[in-house]
């Protein structure tokens, strides 16, 4: 007879470090809730719609201001694990709801301070760690469409490096059609 955010709120569990998944079934003293505690709703559209449970509701969350991240669920309800093709049907999605740049952020900054390691990673930032990807499309756009070009679909496959703390960590051979980790390249 209580909503999930209410029932977690009387049992103390909504705290800022507290990742709540999905955030569909919501209502306005939900996300009044949620923004009063810091704690961070991951966003989950392509299993939300795969599921048809509905669709978060960003303009309540940003009206209360909720802190929003993007995340991928499980392979049980998603194509991949990639936070590029979430970052590209959370565009569609949500159409015109959303910006590109407020998907890469909830991609980027917004999920590395819900996980608490916004002094390490989320931004490309002196001080911070090199954790990033080197991306390797056919074409580059215009600055202006820079942002709407990197939520289209296909970035997965463009993937061409990966740097965790400075070292690349993947290396991918950029004659195949997909994103694929050569043999014995990984390393520690």
Known sequence: RRTPVAYLADRGGLVPWNLLAHGVQVEEEDARRLAAAGSTVVLCPRSNDRLGVGMAPL?????????????????????????????????????????????????????????????????????????????????????????????????TAEVAALFLGGRDVLQIDVSLPIMTPSPGTARD
């Open 59 to 155: 303009s309540l969350y940003r009206r209360e201001g909720v802190p929003l991240a993007l995340g991928t669920d499980s392979r049980a309800s998603s194509d991949s694990l990639s936070v590029w093709d979430e970052i590209a049907f959370a565009r569609s999605f949500f159409g015109d709801e959303v910006s590109p740049e407020e998907l890469l952020a909830m991609a980027t900054v917004n999920g590395a301070r819900a996980l608490g390691l916004e002094r390490e990673m989320g931004e490309l930032r002196a001080g911070l760690g090199a954790h990033f990807q080197v991306l390797r499309p056919k074409r580059l756009p215009p600055l202006a469409e820079l942002g709407e070009f990197l939520c289209a679909p296909g970035r």
